[in-house]
């Protein structure tokens, strides 16, 4: 006999999440209330950690060293849904391999076509 969730069952994690979002409002309010409010060139010049500023900032990177990165973080986050996969490999059957088949067939898809717009090669 398959288990009914009422409304009622799901409350304490609605208390949670409410309660978490008041202690970060009241957080956010309370050092914006008690926090300095002294403006002055030295407080807000850039901290370097005691050596003087030199040059502007705000130089341009390449936007190859931000691909790699992001598709580094996708790759990453696909490989993290082979783990719940895995552990329960037995239990899932045929039906769950062929499904992961899919998945890498897709990851593996999606990864050629990196290499072919040479999203990572470095020039």
Same mark, same amino acid.
């Given at each position: 006999?398959?288990? &009914?969730? #009422? ?5 304490p994690i609605a208390l949670m999440f409410i309660v978490a *979002? ?17 403006? @002055?060139?030295?407080? !807000?010049? #850039?901290?370097?950690?005691?050596? /003087? =500023? &030199?040059?502007? @900032? ?9 691909? =790699?990165?992001?598709?580094? $973080?996708?790759?990453?986050? !696909? ?7 895995? $552990?329960?490999?037995? &239990?899932?059957? *045929? #039906?769950?391999?062929? /499904?992961?088949? #899919?998945?890498?067939a897709f990851l593996l898809v999606g990864f ?10 470095? /020039?």
């Open positions: 006999m398959p288990v &009914q969730n #009422t409304p009622l069952d799901f409350f *979002l008041a202690v970060v409002i009241a957080l956010l309010i309370a050092t914006h209330w008690l926090g300095p409010k002294r403006k @002055a060139k030295i407080k !807000e010049d #850039t901290f370097e950690c005691g050596i /003087e =500023v &030199q040059g502007n @900032a705000r130089f341009p990177f390449s936007v190859k060293y931000f691909l =790699v990165a992001i598709l580094f $973080v996708l790759f990453d986050v !696909e490989v993290i849904f082979m783990y719940p996969w895995a $552990v329960n490999f037995k &239990q899932l059957g *045929l #039906t769950g391999f062929v /499904e992961m088949l #899919t998945f890498v050629y076509y990196i290499i072919k717009k040479g999203a990572l090669k470095w /020039e």
